[in-house]
């Protein structure tokens, strides 16, 4: 049978990349408190959160067999996140953003979930790449070499979402008083991480990178909102009501924000 065949493989793939397959109790929660500091992986589209994720991901290597791109990779031991579970290195082979996303509903445990891809198209609920958040990548201005005023514009080239994910912004270079800075910059809100910008990075170790979202967000919380931005009502309402009470939300229209700003 094909399924079995292909979580045969894939098993077979990440105990090859164990090496070994028995650990000695101490070996296995050196490896866990290791991967547990490390924790900086960037999962599949449509990948719940990690606490989540980990909970759910059963290591089956579904995702990475079906990936045409060979982007997915089960974590060896030598990775420092959760041994087995899919991941993938944007230098390396970043996501291609395949249209029908083959690495998500082949997931059997929902740990990648399709809704999370979803949106309603005439009456239609479909996944869209456009939705997943893998991580957003972030500009490294000290070693970008647009900064320093050289020309180069490789990262917004390759990405697929160019002048909506990234845009080259026009600055004055007051250094040379005569060129101008053309500087790549992210728009969170859009970049699915895929990591095409990455690859494409032409310093030696890439200027710009994907990371995990957690690791570089803020959160501004229900405190502070843009009184003159109705959209800021959505952020609202995605906050968990366990941190903010509808009560709180209303009254938290800051006197910054409704006077003169
Ligand atoms: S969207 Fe395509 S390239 Fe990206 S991880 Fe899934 S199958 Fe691989
Ligand atoms: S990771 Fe880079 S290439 Fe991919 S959407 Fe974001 S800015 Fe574009
Ligand atoms: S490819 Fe690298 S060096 Fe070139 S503009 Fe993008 S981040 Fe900067």
Not at 172 to 196: A, E, Q, Y
Not at 231 to 237: G, I, S
Request: glycine letters at 6%; proline letters at 5%.
């Amino acid at each position: 049978m094909q399924v079995n065949k292909d979580r045969r493989n894939t098993i077979i793939k990440a105990l090859q990349g164990v090496g070994i397959f028995v650990f000695s109790g101490f070996l296995w929660s050196a490896y866990i408190s290791k991967a547990k500091a490390n924790g900086y992986a960037l999962r599949p589209p449509g990948a719940k959160k990690e606490s989540e994720f980990l909970k759910l991901c059963i290591k089956c290597g579904r995702c990475v067999t079906f990936c045409p791109y060979d982007t997915l990779k089960l974590a060896k031991i030598e990775d420092s996140i959760p041994l087995g579970t899919p991941y993938f290195t944007p230098r390396e082979i970043p996501c291609y953003m395949c249209v029908d996303i083959p690495c998500v509903p082949v997931c059997p445990t929902n740990a990648l979930d399709p809704a999370l891809l979803s949106i309603t198209e005439n009456g239609k609920e479909m996944m869209n790449i456009r939705n997943a958040k893998m991580g957003v990548a972030i500009v490294d201005d000290k070693n970008c070499v647009a900064y320093w005023g050289i020309q180069c514009d490789a990262c917004y080239r390759a990405c697929p979402l160019i002048d909506e994910a990234i845009r080259l912004e026009y600055k004055h270079n007051d250094r040379t008083n005569k060129h101008s800075f053309l500087l790549p910059v992210v728009d969170s809100d859009i970049c699915t991480g895929c990591g095409l910008c990455e690859r494409a990075c032409i310093t030696d170790k890439a200027a710009i990178m994907v990371l995990p979202l957690d690791k570089v967000l803020g959160s501004v919380g229900t405190n502070y909102i843009k009184g003159w931005d109705k959209n800021d009502e959505k952020r609202l309402k995605k906050l968990d009501s366990s941190s903010a009470k509808a009560s709180d939300i209303k009254n938290a229209i800051d006197y910054l924000n409704t006077e003169s700003l």
